[in-house]
C-alpha cells in the first residue's frame, strides 16, 4: 500500500494519470519492474484505476459491469461467475448483482467500482480519492477493508488522499505532495513523526502545523511571549541562530497538563465543536494557529487565550523550512 498525500492541485491524480498511461509525461521514463513502458497503451498495461466519482456502465447490471475485464481478457464463463461473485461477496453486493448502478445508493455504486478492479487481477491499482463521496460510516468501513481485501492479489496500490488520518490508517508507504513535487516517501508512520521539512510538516498534519519564530542561545531556546526552554536532547546540539518552531494542533492545550509547558498569550478568532473536541482558532501577534482540544469548551470569542505547549512536542526547522530538530516525543515513539 502506497498513500498519495496531498491537499487539492498537488499532484496526485497527475501522477496517477502518468503511472496510468492516460498521460504521457514531458520528460522522464515510466519503469515497471525495471522497464520502460511509458510509451505503453493502457489497454496494454496490467492497470485498474478506481476514481472518486463512482464510474460504472448505467446500461449493464452490476454484474456485468464487475465482469466487463474478465470478458475483454477472454476469460471462461465459469470463471467469470466465480470471480464476479467472490468480489460481490467481498463488497457485500452479493444480493444487488442484477440491479443497474443507478439504483444503487453512492456507497455500493463505488464498491461495484472496487469490485471491477479486484477481479482484473491488475499489477497495479490505482485509487484517487475512492472514499472521498461516501458517507462517514461507509468510509470509515471501506478504509480497515481495502487493504485487507487487496492484500492477496499481490498487486501494488496507490491511494490518494487529502487526508492524513486516512493515510495513517491505510499505513504502508506515503508519499507527501505539494504543489506537483513529492517532497518526502517512506514508510508512513515515519514520514508523520520525522518529516524532512516544514512543508511536509504542514502536508502530514490536519489542520496544518502551527509555526512560530523562535531562536537559540547557549542552552535556551526561546520563544515568542519572552517563552524560553532548555535546549535538551538534538535541539543541544544546534548553532546558536534563528530557526522556526513548529507544533502539530492537538499538542496545543488551553488547561496545562503538562509540568515545565510553555505558556502563550493569544486572541480567540472562532471555535468549531466536532462534538467530542473543540477546534480553536487564535491569532498569536499576527501568526494563525489552531489548536485541537478534547472536549466541548465554551469561551468567548474575540477574548484573551492563554494556551499551552509542551516543549517535548516542537520540532525545530531552519529559517528555509529543513527540519534540524525532530520533536523529541516522536523520537521516542
Not at 80 to 88: E, G, P, R
Not at 179 to 193: A, I, K, L, N, W
Not at 280 to 309: C, S
Request: aromatic share 8%; charged share 20%.
Amino acid at each position: 500500500m502506497n498513500v498519495l498525500l496531498g491537499p487539492t492541485l498537488s499532484g496526485k491524480t497527475s501522477l496517477m494519470r502518468l503511472m496510468a498511461g492516460l498521460d504521457a509525461p514531458t520528460d522522464g521514463q515510466i519503469l515497471w519492474h525495471g522497464d520502460d513502458v511509458t510509451g505503453m497503451r493502457v489497454q496494454d498495461r496490467k492497470v485498474a484505476m478506481v476514481y472518486q466519482q463512482f464510474i460504472n456502465y448505467p446500461s449493464m447490471t452490476v454484474f456485468e459491469n464487475i465482469a466487463s475485464p474478465l470478458r475483454l481478457l477472454g476469460k471462461s464463463e465459469t470463471e467469470i461467475k466465480a470471480k464476479v461473485q467472490q468480489a460481490a461477496d467481498l463488497m457485500q453486493l452479493g444480493p444487488m448483482l442484477q440491479r443497474k448502478p443507478l439504483e444503487l445508493s453512492g456507497g455500493q455504486q463505488q464498491r461495484c467500482a472496487l469490485a471491477r478492479a479486484l477481479v482484473k487481477d491488475a499489477g497495479l491499482v490505482l485509487l484517487d480519492e475512492p472514499l472521498a463521496n461516501l458517507d462517514y460510516k461507509l468510509r470509515e468501513e471501506l478504509r480497515v477493508e481495502i487493504p485487507k481485501i487487496f492484500e492477496e492479489s499481490g498487486a501494488i496500490f496507490v491511494y490518494a488522499t487529502t487526508e492524513p488520518e486516512e493515510a495513517l490508517l491505510l499505513g504502508g508507504n506515503t508519499a507527501a505532495m505539494w504543489e506537483g513535487r513529492v517532497t518526502q516517501f517512506g514508510v508512513t508512520p515515519t514520514v508523520y513523526r520525522q518529516p524532512i521539512d516544514a512543508t511536509t510538516a504542514r502536508v502530514f498534519s490536519d489542520p496544518p502545523m502551527n509555526f512560530l519564530k523562535v531562536s537559540k542561545a547557549g542552552n535556551k531556546i526561546m520563544f515568542g511571549d519572552g517563552q524560553t526552554a532548555l535546549a535538551t536532547g538534538q535541539m543541544a546540539a544546534l548553532t546558536d541562530g534563528r530557526y522556526i518552531a513548529g507544533f502539530r494542533p492537538n499538542h496545543v492545550e488551553i488547561i496545562s497538563h503538562t509540568e515545565g509547558a510553555m505558556e502563550f498569550d493569544a486572541q480567540l478568532i472562532v471555535t468549531e465543536l466536532t462534538g467530542s473536541e473543540t477546534f480553536v482558532h487564535l491569532d498569536h501577534h499576527g501568526e494563525k494557529w489552531v489548536g485541537l482540544v478534547h472536549g466541548v469548551h465554551d469561551l468567548e470569542l474575540g477574548a484573551p487565550l492563554k494556551v499551552y505547549l509542551d516543549p517535548s512536542h516542537v520540532y525545530i526547522f531552519s529559517e528555509n523550512g529543513d527540519l534540524v530538530a525532530p520533536a523529541s516525543y516522536a523520537l521516542a515513539a
